[in-house]
Structures are given as C-alpha cells and as structure tokens.
C-alpha cells in the first residue's frame, strides 16, 4: 500500500460539489463520485473526517439578502448541509465505506449528535465521519467549522476541495494567465484582499494553532489521492512556507 503523508484529515466540500449538471439539489451520481474519491483515500488507510457545505441547496446570505433575517437564514443553510450529509452517506455507503453522519445542530432522527470523542472513536474504527451543520451557530460558514473540527479532532491537515485548482493571484476563470500559488503563508493569504480562498475567521484560525491547508480541485483526476499521498497539488497554505507561486 502506498505511503501517506497525513494518518487523519479533514475534508471540506462545498455543497456545490453534489450539483452534477443540475443549477439546485442534490445529484445522486454526483455523490456517488464524491464518495468514490473519498473511498480512494479510504482505501489507504487514512482516517477521514468530512466537513460537507449546503450551497448547492441554501446560503444563509443569500436567503438574508432576499429578507429572512440572517440568523434564521443561516440555521436553513445548515440545515441544508445535514440533507448534504444524509446524501453522501448514502453514497459512501452504496460504495461499501462504512460511514457514520453527526450533526453540530440536534436531529436525533437523522443524524447523531457531534460529540467530539465519539467522532474520534468512530474514525479510529475506520468509519468515515461526515460532519454535517457545520458550527451550529449563525453568522459563519461551514469553513470556520471544518478550521475548527480540524482542530479538535486532530487532523494533520485541513484539504479544502474546491472548483479550482488551487490558489491564484487573480481569477483564472477570468485571465487565463494567472499563475497559481504552489506554497501560501497563511497571514499572506489573510492580508492579500485579492485572495478569497476561505473566510477569514477559518484562515485565522488555522494561522494560531498551527493547522495547514491545502486546497486543490476535487473532480480533477485523482487530486485527493495525490493529496493524501502528500504530492505537490493545487496549494498549500501552512504558517510554515515561503509564498511562492508556481
Ligand atoms: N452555516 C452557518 N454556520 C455554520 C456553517 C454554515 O450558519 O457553522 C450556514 C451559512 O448560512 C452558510 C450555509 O450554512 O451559508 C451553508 O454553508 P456554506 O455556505 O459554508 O456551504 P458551501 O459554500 O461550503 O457549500
């Protein structure tokens, strides 16, 4: 079996990632594939805990911005990532990894309760944990809650999967020639307004306690394998790098 560079991780998808071809909800092959390529690092013995956002269904800004009041706005998007969480439990499970879903609000139906030195105990038994509602308070995203859960739970590094591959100095969408940042020293990436990679409060708090990031592009081949495996991927944001684009 191939060496890994990190025994426990936590990963953070967004929402989005369970879309497949659709503008709104869920996909079920789209999940199927997201727990193909979690199944992959599975297969190498990593623990794994899954931080999973609501995107694709509810933002609390966006429902705020169109007049519920944002708190409110804000526990409908976490609710929308526990029916994320359900989904891709589904699919792990379809793939034969076993699984288990805790939710930071209570659904006790749908869901256990998180419970730090359980969610532990079930990734030491070899159950991909998926971490659904984020915090389960308002007024931030589930980005500071895969900083915090990374930390609590003592993961090696936070992956951030997102659409692009990695971290530029502009948008890449936008001007093809935009280079990509190999290495990010996390108070560059806080101070740098152009780089928007996760929200502050998540970024501050990996830079006080030490937790490193990288961020690569989930459906492209097998990046998470390659990042587990610790090859040189998308970005890698740690307090103890240089800045350095590609
Ligand atoms: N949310 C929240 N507290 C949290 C995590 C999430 O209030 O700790 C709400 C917030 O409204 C957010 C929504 O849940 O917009 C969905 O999460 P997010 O936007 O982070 O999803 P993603 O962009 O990762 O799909």
């Known amino acids: ?28 092959q789209a999940a199927l594939n997201v727990a193909n390529y979690i199944k992959q690092i599975y297969a190498l013995n990593v623990e794994i805990a899954v931080v999973i956002g609501g995107g694709n269904v509810f933002r609390g800004m966006a429902g705020a911005s169109n007049g519920i009041e944002r708190a409110t ?23 034969n990894v076993p699984v288990r879903l805790q939710s930071a609000l209570t659904m006790p139906a749908v869901a256990e309760n998180f419970l730090r030195r359980k969610a532990i105990r079930h990734m030491e038994k070899g ?28 993961c090696d590094v936070l992956l951030k999967a997102t659409k692009v591959n990695g971290v530029y100095e ?15 020293n996390i108070k560059d990436a ?30 492209e081949g097998d990046n998470l394998y390659k990042a587990a495996l610790g090859e040189d991927i998308g970005t890698y944001i740690s307090n103890d790098v240089k800045t350095e684009l590609v």
């Open 170 to 184: 502009k948008d890449p969408v936008k001007y093809p020639d935009a280079k990509r940042y190999r290495n990010l």
């Open 1 to 28: 079996m191939a060496k890994t560079r990190f025994k426990r991780v936590l990963l953070k998808i967004g929402g989005e990632s369970l879309l497949g071809n659709r503008e709104y909800g869920i996909d079920p």
């Open 127 to 154: 159950r991909v944990l998926i971490l659904a509602a984020g915090t389960g308070v308002p007024y931030v995203t589930t980005d500071t809650g895969a900083s915090l859960h990374a930390l609590e739970l003592r």
């Open 190 to 219: 806080i101070e740098n307004e152009h780089i928007n990679v996760m929200d502050t409060a998540a970024l501050a708090m990996s830079k006080e306690n030490g937790m490193p990031i990288m961020v690569f592009e989930l459906f």
């Open 73 to 95: 706005a804000d526990y409908m998007g976490m609710i929308a990532t526990v029916m994320n969480g359900l989904a891709l439990q589904d699919a792990l499970e379809k793939v």
